[in-house]
């Protein structure tokens, strides 16, 4: 495993596409360009919520998270189109194929963000240079502009990215945070939210400044240890290392999803829930894993949002085990309102190479049938290092296994080959 | 109705019945204990409609009284309140009096209860179960029968039935088996006055758990009768009756290899605490795996390894070692359960090979087994 040197002055960069989605569309479809285009879920139904927008629409007043007849009505000539998660995977793989050019310290976040630490990075001049070079190459080869932060830190690098935007390079240093950071409002702050900054109001926090100079036990009281973690990055203080393994971690894999409408029929959400229950087992297919607690969480309409979780005496991996123990967790704990939306996790996820295979009276002749040749591949193994064979499954077709939602950054698994 | 009791005895009977009573139930007056008063003694019940349990006060029992001044009649009380009312209570006598209104009067010494009851005519009645064809077996036998097998059942409601114990009555032999797939356990016992048979029954793991809880050592025999839904545990002062799982119970015997390719005796101890010093490094989320390899000159190693945590190696010297050499996994956790569950010094393991169940089973004894199925590692 390789991580960053966490201990000396370190140069960080967080980069981030500006509007990733509505950007790689133009950049597929240059006619696009300088239009306001919104990208959204579903158009017929609900669901289809805003994901993301252009800078000509985002001017007009169309904000992700509205629905679509809401942002028509701001902005009338708005072009909505369905999102091409293809296209933004592979703009996605593109891109951090460029940053692992520069360093192995890449730590991708989500599609279109990630960290790099470039402290030790051969660079020709400074790193804002470096920087410049970087944001014109991916504007040049990909047409998809970004903003890049610098910063001693990952939370000061995230956080200058966010202040110039489209094509903007910021640097934070820490000598200079008490004009840079901290007069900009509590939660502008990344890792403070809504609720967080309602109760940071409660105790005369408004600005980060605030924030910097509260006394430390007062915020424990307020907000647990999370008080501190969040005085500390105020003060410019954060030494997470840029951990380009973070993405392999995985600890739960799973999959949620809004009703088109708010519903009590058990029968539309058991369909849900089966259909989620796919999506988990594929997913969990994908990393050759099993887990050994279930999650379900329930939306109400109200958007008051409960998980509930079981453990389990067994590993599953199977979509009829998931579901079943999905459904039955939701007949144990639904209220009975109407449900807008339903996830479901497998936790305690480990990979299936390390956890073996507990046997069962019931089916272990089948398995046990095949022990001459298990014993050659144990012995193959202990001869060559890794498994040399791979299961082959039926289902192991590229577009079987594919991801279908944005945030899932399985895709990310492989674009360093 | 009215009596006056001994505190103590009222407080036991009490426990025992509130074992049946869950505050969450279908039928709401379940939540409550049923308390009736007659000539000869005081009769509590509580139930969760899968288990009732009666407790039985008899109003004078080796000359010594129990309960006085007994006036017939009876009640049902608030298991939230009434059991913690009893214990606190100052004296050693507890005077308990209803009236028409259901109101009921609780006193000892100078403190006075009076709380709201609810009409036992409104109590569901017990199924009355035929006596006849019944058999009776020693307390203790029973209890370390369910010690030796009840672990086993499954907690997963993906084979409900294997959520229970299998009993077997057959031969003048009687047989418990749990199975939660991964391991199974059996225990025979030889009965002889049994004037009934039967086999395809199974009761809910949870029922023996609470009747092992509640069964009292110092009373001798147990009458066990059967019918097709419910089966029934009585003793003097306890009937204990729970519901049968539906279903038919997997055939286990053809599953369990009855040839072996090699065989260990070891002492049951040392082995036991090789496993759990071995286990210390295994995970639960990776079944808690153990490796086990024969090493010849009666040795044995026992290893663990997590790559993240390290790994720890003990070598250990048995009894004996015959047959084929072997490495097996398993999960240490079923490896202890099934060693602590026998009650003798020495043991014997017959391995079929790596991906087969193996035996344990006290030395020269085949009437306790505690089957596991070993992990296959990659």
Known sequence: ?417 | MKFIIQRDQLIAGVQDVMKAISSRTVIPILTGLKIEAKQHGITLTGSDSDISIESYIPAEENEIVNVEQIEEGSIVLQAKYFPDIVRKLPEKTVEIESDDNLKVTIRSGKAEFNLNGQDAEEYPLLPKIQTEDSFEMPIDLLKSMIKQTVFAVSTMETRPILTGVNIKLEDNKLTFIATDSHRLASREVPISNANTEFRNIVVPGKSLNELNKILDDAEEQVEISVTNNQILFRTRHLNFLSRLLDGNYPETSRLIPDQSKTKIQVKTKELLNTIDRASLLAKEERNNVVKLATQGNNQIEITSNSPEIGNVEEEMSIQSIDGEDLKISFSSKYMIDALKAIEYDEVTIDFTGAMRPFIIRPLNDTSIQQLILPVRTY
């Open chain 1, 1 to 417: 495993m390789i991580k960053a040197n966490a201990k000396k002055s370190r140069v960080i960069f967080h980069i981030d596409m500006n509007c990733f989605y509505a950007s790689v569309e133009m950049a597929y479809n240059p006619k696009l360009k300088g239009k306001p285009l919104a990208i959204a879920g579903n158009p017929e139904e609900r669901k289809g919520i805003i994901v993301t927008s252009s800078y000509e629409a985002r001017s007009k007043g169309v904000k992700t998270t509205m629905n679509i007849w809401q942002a028509k009505k701001l902005c009338p000539e708005l072009i909505v189109m369905r999102p091409n998660f293809d296209r933004y995977r592979e703009a996605s793989r593109e891109i951090f194929k460029i940053l692992s050019e520069i360093t192995p310290y890449v730590q991708p976040v989500s599609i279109d963000e990630g960290y790099m630490d470039v402290t030790s990075s051969n660079m020709d001049g400074t790193p804002i240079e470096l920087a410049i070079n970087l944001q014109q190459r991916i504007l040049n080869e990909l047409d998809i502009p970004c903003s890049i932060g610098i910063a001693p830190n990952k939370f000061l690098a995230k956080m200058a990215s966010d202040m110039k935007k489209p094509l903007g390079i910021t640097v934070l240093r820490k000598r200079e945070l008490s004009k840079t950071l901290w007069p900009l409002k509590v939660e502008e702050m990344y890792g403070v939210g809504e609720k967080t900054a309602e109760k940071l109001n409660t105790i005369d926090i408004y600005t980060i400044g605030d924030l910097a100079k509260k006394d430390p036990y007062q915020l424990k009281q307020l907000l647990g240890i999370n008080g501190e973690r969040l005085k500390n990055r105020a003060n410019g203080i954060d030494t997470r290392p840029v951990d380009p393994d973070a993405i392999y971690e995985f600890k739960s894999i799973g999959s949620s999803q809004t009703m088109p409408e708010d519903t009590t029929d058990l029968i539309v959400i058991q369909r849900l829930l089966k259909q989620l229950a796919e999506n988990v087992e594929r997913r969990m297919k994908r990393k050759d894993a099993a887990g050994k607690s279930i999650q379900i969480m329930i939306r109400y309409h109200d958007r008051n949002t409960i998980t509930r979780s079981k453990k389990l005496q067994s590993f599953i991996e199977e979509k009829e085990d998931i579901y079943r123990l999905a459904d039955e967790l939701f007949q144990k704990h639904w209220s009975g309102e109407p449900v807008r939306l339903l996830g479901i996790s497998v936790q305690d996820v480990e990979e299936k190479r390390n956890i073996g295979q507990q046997l069962d009276l019931f089916t272990y002749e089948k398995v046990a049938s095949k022990e001459n040749l298990y014993s050659t591949i144990e012995t193959l193994t202990e001869k060559y290092g890794k498994n040399p064979f791979k299961k082959w499954s039926p289902g192991d077709k590229k577009d079987d296994i594919q991801p279908r939602t944005s945030f899932q950054k399985d895709f990310l698994d492989d674009y360093k080959r």
